[in-house]
């Protein structure tokens, strides 16, 4: 008989991963997956565009739970995402990253003694203000078995006592980032989109809660960035994420005068800019990542980030400091085949 895997995803970076772990999980025919989708992310350009561009199959479950504040949303997610739970038979819910739909899926998974396979387990950026911190050291802790993308993740891991179940098994981002890059550099219609970039830029990114719930903070951070583009001599390419254009519309027109303002980018479109980009910024832990993967300098408009290997190889810094480390390469990411060898550590702990 299949084991079945419900997996739970609602945003756009636990798109990007579930892409490749789900491909490698059709390789093993006593695997079933079954795919949910909270809505977490609704609007098109965060969501739709992302299933056809990364070829994800059409979830059988879509919960279109978004656009509420933080307590509320997880709790509509952990009761719909039970209900789910109790009525598919069900041997394990994966679930990604550090996002409301981790949380949810991962308690609703441990209440009904369902094991938890957490994607992206370990980090930690040590500051329990951020929503996400909380999520993803929440879920570590209700998980039976934890894929780390890094050494430093299993660490932390051991230093909260959680010793059993924890693999180093690399970033599956990487995995999708590779073949991002494969596509991109024959896709013509990507040269014609871009055809009129700027040539200099750096692309931004602006979206957590500790960056957009003040409009202070948020307007430090769009001087920042001019500042930066002005001591550069290059534009910012800054899509706008839903819950950030509120705020750029208060903004003065001679403050986005650095700025190329666009809608949400694709995945596709995405890779396509970052590795045209001479600078990164972004409060995004996935963009970070994502800069290196294509070795482009970034820079983390945050006071911490649970990414420090990107930090200490020198292709990351915070916005408040002003040099880079020495760069070198990181090893700990792997060597993009960490889906495979995460559906095989799957396959052998449903098998147990």
Not at 180 to 197: H, P, S
Request: aromatic share 8%; charged share 25%.
């Amino acid at each position: 008989m299949k084991k079945r895997i419900v997996t739970i995803v609602g945003a756009r970076p636990q798109f990007i991963k579930a892409a490749p772990l789900s491909k490698a999980l059709k390789e093993h025919p006593e695997i079933e997956e079954i795919l949910v989708h909270t809505g977490q992310h609704f609007d098109a350009n965060m969501s739709d565009i992302f299933f056809s561009e990364l070829h994800i199959p059409k979830p059988k479950y879509s919960l279109n739970i978004n656009d509420a504040p933080h307590g509320q949303m997880t709790g509509h997610m952990l009761g719909s995402i039970e209900e789910l739970l109790t009525q598919e038979p069900t041997d394990a819910v994966v679930v990604y990253g550090d996002t409301n739909s981790t949380l949810a899926g991962s308690l609703a998974a441990s209440k009904l003694q369902i094991p938890v396979i957490h994607i992206e387990a370990g980090l930690r950026s040590y500051n329990r203000k951020m929503p996400e911190e909380t999520n993803r050291v929440l879920t570590d802790h209700v998980s039976s078995l934890l894929l780390c993308p890094t050494k430093t993740a299993v660490s932390n891991l051991q230093k909260e006592g959680i010793t059993g179940g924890s693999h180093h098994v690399g970033d599956i981002m990487y995995d999708a980032t590779l073949h991002a890059i494969e596509r991109i550099q024959t896709d013509n219609n990507l040269n014609q989109k871009f055809q009129d970039l700027e040539d200099k830029f750096a692309l931004m990114t602006v979206h957590r809660a500790e960056s957009t719930d003040s409009f202070d903070t948020f307007e430090k951070i769009i001087q920042f960035a001019k500042k930066f583009a002005t001591d550069h001599a290059l534009k910012i390419i800054f899509p706008v994420h839903p819950r950030t254009k509120t705020l750029v519309n208060q903004l003065p027109k001679n403050i986005k005068e650095k700025f190329i303002l666009l809608d949400p980018l694709s995945y596709l479109d995405t890779q396509f800019l970052l590795s045209k980009a001479e600078y990164v910024l972004t409060d995004s832990g996935g963009l970070q990542k994502e800069a290196y993967f294509h070795r482009v300098p970034c820079i983390t408009l945050r006071s911490e980030t649970e990414w420090v290997e990107t930090i200490e190889s020198g292709w990351n810094r915070l916005w408040t400091t002003e040099y880079y480390h020495q760069r070198t390469d990181i090893k700990d990411f792997g060597d993009g085949q960490s889906a495979k060898k995460m559906a095989e550590i799957i396959v052998d702990f449903l098998q147990t």
